[in-house]
């Protein structure tokens, strides 16, 4: 441990002595080769002169002090004023004093010029005399009461032009507000109630361009108002020059921008152009009039769209790199960002889509087709790009993602109703006591009281099993509309009740282990409108 003391000791006073002899070595620099600050001299909110060399170990913000200080001297005078040059010579620096009524203010040096500009020094005496002259005439226009006078009353006038010129703009806001909603209200008539959100935007576009031009108006009062007072016009003439220097620059970005914006619009119009006759070659083969192989009816809004998208894609491709600004680090970061987000969220939103263009291009279902996904039953109202809607039997309208309606099994009832037709199984289960040929004509003689179905193919029974206490017959027709399915259904069901009650055969469902005193289970044809059942009371099926 003394060990390790002793070495920390020895480094400290190691790095004391390297300090002492860096602080011993320091004043042996010239200050000379340390360049001196600048400092502006500035009267009445005026530059006057910028002073970059030392006189005489004077460093330039002394400089400015000491002719702010004579300058303060002169003004409690109220003495004229004649500003005068003298040549002077201090040490081995040469140089020209300024004078105000043969009173010494300051001194300017060679150094004092600025290193680009290669002007002599006269040269620069001179702007800097004119400079002065400026700052005091201004000095006697600020204490002149008929001066101010003057410029609170433009002030004040300028200030009621722009609030009158505001007043008018808010009335013309509102009244285009009036205008919007009159016109909004006569198209909700013409069914575009799209319009309303249209509307909307619109007035708080205008909103926005309103309160823009008050703001604009207030900035030229406040620049106008400023330039009217001789102490506060260079602030005025910053903010104009401020302000015409960003419309010029404006105005030169928008004639640079000219040849891209030229070239923008012309890439524009070409995708524009190709879209409408993508459009125009779909909608065709959509109406029959066109023929291409491997393109059918149900697929053809989803080609469209996929086509436009890839021609959208491409033209914003070629059109991107003359896009002002798109060159611009701030353009490349919201582009980065954006591709990020797009990333991260777009997984789901790519598996919808995908199932949605797989549920297209398969054909398993059209608008209109009356199917069953999973436990919904019902008639498609849309098969969309993310999912599908469905109109059930209680005129709910049911929205499946794409993704669902894939990992499910899909009944079309609709598909082959063109052609042959769907067929549709009615099935109860029968006593073996009961011949069979009497049971198939039954449910023949149901069929041919049902409405709603065809009659080519005709309907058959099937003997799907011969069970432990019973036989399973099913009934086979075809509908003649597959939208009515559950109401055909329905009065083939009371048919065949009707049928089998009237020849006095039980139909086995649920079971029976015994019958109550050896009969069998019927409703006797006397009893078939018991109130408050009336005749006819069978279901009606829709049109």
């Known amino acids: 441990m003394r060990q390790w003391l002793e070495i920390v000791l020895a480094v400290c006073l190691m790095m004391a002595g390297l300090h002492g002899v860096a602080r011993a070595e320091l004043p042996a620099l010239t200050t000379a080769s340390v360049p001196a600050s600048e400092a502006t001299l500035t009267y009445m909110n005026r530059d006057v002169v910028v002073f970059r060399a030392s006189l005489a170990g004077v460093t330039p913000e002394k400089r400015v002090k000491r002719a702010e200080r004579r300058l303060a001297d002169h003004e409690r005078t109220g003495d004229t004023e004649v500003v005068g040059q003298v040549p002077i010579a201090i040490s081995t620096q040469q140089g020209i004093g300024i004078t105000l009524n043969d009173t010494f203010l300051f001194t300017l040096l060679p150094e004092d010029r600025d290193p680009e500009d290669g002007r002599p020094l006269s040269a620069l005496a001179d702007g800097v005399v004119v400079a002065l002259k400026d700052a005091l005439a201004a000095r006697h226009a600020q204490a002149d009461p008929a001066n101010l006078i003057k410029g609170l009353l433009f002030a004040g006038l300028a200030l009621a032009a722009i609030a009158l010129a505001v007043l008018l703009l808010m009335r013309l806001r509102h009244w285009l507000a009036i205008r919007l909603q009159r016109q909004v209200l006569h198209r909700l008539e013409a069914n575009m109630p799209w319009l309303s959100y249209l509307a909307q935007v619109l007035e708080r576009l205008v909103q926005i361009l309103v309160a823009l031009v008050c703001i604009a108006l207030g900035y030229l009062w406040v620049t106008y108002a400023l330039a009217q007072f001789p102490l506060t016009r260079p602030f005025g003439d910053q903010l104009g020059n401020f302000l015409l220097g960003l419309l010029g620059n404006m105005a030169m970005g928008v004639v640079r921008a000219l040849p891209d914006l030229i070239t923008l619009a012309i890439i524009l119009l070409i995708t524009r152009a190709l879209t409408q006759s993508v459009k125009a070659l779909f909608d065709a083969v959509q109406e029959g009039r066109v023929q291409l192989p491997g393109l059918y009816r149900e697929t053809v809004g989803a080609t469209r769209r996929l086509v436009n998208i890839a021609i959208w894609a491409l033209g914003i491709t070629f059109a991107y790199p003359h896009i002002p600004g798109s060159q611009s680090d701030v ?129 058959c029974v099937l003997q799907r099993a011969l069970s432990d206490f019973y036989v399973e017959y099913e009934l086979m027709v075809t509908l003649a509309d597959t939208k009515a399915r559950p109401f055909v259904l329905t009065r083939l069901h009371a048919e065949v009740q009707d049928e089998f009650n009237r020849y006095g055969v039980q139909i086995m469902s649920p079971n029976f282990r015994g019958q109550p005193d050896g009969g069998a289970v019927v409703v006797p044809q006397e009893d078939w409108y018991k109130a408050p059942a009336a005749p006819p009371s069978r279901p009606v099926i829709p049109e």
């Open 331 to 459: 353009f490349k970061g919201l582009s980065v960002l954006f591709g990020f987000m797009l990333t991260l969220g777009s997984a789901g939103v790519v598996n919808q889509l995908m199932s949605g263009m797989t549920l297209v291009y398969s054909r398993a279902l059209r608008k209109g087709d009356l199917v069953q996904i999973g436990e919904t039953m019902g008639v498609v109202e849309e098969v969309g790009t993310l999912s599908t809607r469905v109109l059930n039997l209680y005129n709910e309208v049911i929205t499946i993602p794409n993704s669902v309606v894939m990992s499910n099994q899909i009944r079309n009832y609709s598909r082959q109703e063109e052609g042959q037709g769907v067929m549709v199984g009615c099935k109860v289960t029968i006593g073996y006591d009961t011949p069979w040929r009497q049971v198939e004509a039954m449910l023949l003689n149901a069929a041919k009281g049902t409405p709603g179905l065809r009659n080519t193919p005709p309907p």
